[in-house]
């Protein structure tokens, strides 16, 4: 008897295909489970790499599970490789807390681009926040100078800003001097996505294009009083799925991530009233995700 017929069918999506290596929570939505989904519903093919798998994110008491390491990392690369699966539009990272582990994401950076050279490598540098690290220093500077030389589009906090260029962010001015220097060192699209300045938060973003100097520019972020994580890694991935349709507008790809944030937040919150769970300052997660199917789909 003959063996059945197999059929492997898989169907491109004609927005491009992400390769996610990022973190990975079983309860709340941070890492992939706030970037995939999101991407998915802008059009794009994902396929996610946990990098590390928690029981939940690192703001509880505790938290358990596994972290892969470098070999793990590029096993499942050499995996796809020999299926002929690893052609990419592009690479999407967030957390990362091993230099092993960051030096096989520069491994897996040259290894796609062999493949596909026009590969877009969006990196979202988890540092820190509010004055504090989340890593190691050695893995900042692992950060500042291999990794930033690689990225298209670089989408720092304003402390993690700070980290990569040295320079203390006090003024919309010290922030877009902060993305010419990142510019400098590689990347032709920066994003710093919260920048409190005098009660205010910002965003800045800058895109250096060929010819002629950075085209710069600032949104001013309505604060929602609520505590949320999760909102970078859902920035980020908002960035990369909106700058891929408007390449050569960086401004009107962030203001459409932003207001995709805004009303996933708004909703977030109403979707709390309407099921008693209230979140405010100081709260431990955000669940924005979970709440999609009750607030709807965002339409800009």
Known sequence: MAPPLILALELPSEKGRVLC?????????????????????????VDPINSVQFSNHTGYPSCKGQVLNGDKLWDLIE???????????HLL??????????????????KLRSINPKLTYVCDPVLGDEEKLYVTQELVSVFREKVVPVATMLTPNQFEAE?????????EQDGREACNIL??????????TSINIDGNLLLIGSHQKEKGPSLQFKILISKIPA???????????????????????????????????????CGFILCSFHTGKIYTDGSKDDELLECHSESGPSRI
């Not at 796809?80 to 539009?89: G, I, M, Q, R, S």
């Not at 980290?163 to 003024?171: D, E, K, P």
């Not at 980020?236 to 937040?265: F, H």
């Open 79 to 89: 995996g796809l490789e020999a299926n002929d699966l690893l052609f990419y539009t």
């Open 183 to 192: 510019h400098a060192a590689g990347p032709s699209k920066v994003v710093i």
């Open 21 to 45: 290596i990022q973190s990975h929570t079983v309860q709340g939505y941070v890492g992939n489970k706030s970037a995939v989904f999101p991407l998915q519903l802008l059009g794009y093919d």
């Open 227 to 265: 505590y949320f994580t999760g909102t970078g890694d859902l920035t980020t991935a908002l960035l990369l799925g909106w700058s891929n349709k408007y390449p050569e507008n960086l401004d009107k790809a962030a203001e459409l991530s932003v207001s995709s944030l805004q009303i996933e937040s």
């Open 93 to 110: 990272t967030g957390y990362i807390g091993s230099i092993s582990f960051l030096n096989t994401v520069l491994k897996v950076v040259d």
């Open 163 to 171: 980290q990569l260029t040295g320079l203390r962010i006090t003024s």
